[in-house]
């Protein structure tokens, strides 16, 4: 009976417990209820949790996304990586709403991290869209905002650099920046001649100073699913070119290999994008993207060191856990 002496009131628990997680009162307005102190609410409330009067289950999808995460997070070497869950509930969920919740948790990762002193670099794309459109507008950073590249004028003018620079200027309140011509310019020359312009020169110094950018990534390996091809951006005389150069991938209009390397073609020096060279020295680099067939685009980033901050759906994630683990032994032990 004496180890009974100093035991907590069984009642106390339960109605402590109730309270707290079922009322959703503070633990002050328990204290006051109940006629005790809040170190003692405090300290019931976990002896509500040792004696399992009070139990929590999270979803296994959910916990699978979280030991995913670390996984990755692990092997990759990565400063995050964020996994969009899996709504099993869900089977006929479209591969928009994928790219939607991703998009959502850019947007809040974006949030979390943003400070008034940063300059954020944004790329164009559909789930660029979208992560912009899901900005709080009540949080005003005053935080600058930039393009990386040129305007896409095949594409929806809502995906455009320009247009998204736009938006998150007027979410968070800070000045915007943006190159005043197309990505996809006739020659050499040309492009040169933007560099050398005012513009050019002064989105060029702005390039150095950016502290976090966001991107999408488009596939091209296994199949081409990149959104320059379906937008019309790449002539068919261009796509076959860059087929044969096995690119696997794209980001902010550089076309790169299996290995994250940029691929020579005579693209890389008519389009009006920032350069690899200065996207590499970007502190913090965020890629968003959805689908499974992402995969290896996904792995040629990370070979290239293209990339700080991978947010992803569960099913590209698992993909790419797998083909990391197929890659385990192979090419020395790297990605």
Known sequence: MLDKVYEQSTNLIVKAAFYYYIEGMSQSEISELLGISVPTVSRILKKAKDKRIVEFNIPEQYVDCVYLETKLKKITGLKEVIISPCIESRQDITENEVKKNVALEGARYLQRIIRKEDILGIAWGRTMYYLIHYLNPSQKTGTSFVTLHGSITEAVSNTDPRTLVSRASMAFGGNRYSLLSKALLDSKEQLEKIWNSENGKNLKALFEKIT?????????????????????????????????????????LHFIDRNGKECETELKYKTLTISLETYRKIPVKIVAASGSYKADSILALLRGNLVDVLIMDYELAKTVSLKLDCNKGKDNGTI
């Open 212 to 252: 976090i950018s966001i991107s999408g990534v488009g596939s091209w390996f296994p199949e081409l699913n990149s959104p320059l091809a379906r937008e019309e951006y790449l002539s068919g005389d261009n796509i076959k070119k860059l087929q044969e150069k096995n690119i696997c991938a794209d980001i902010m």
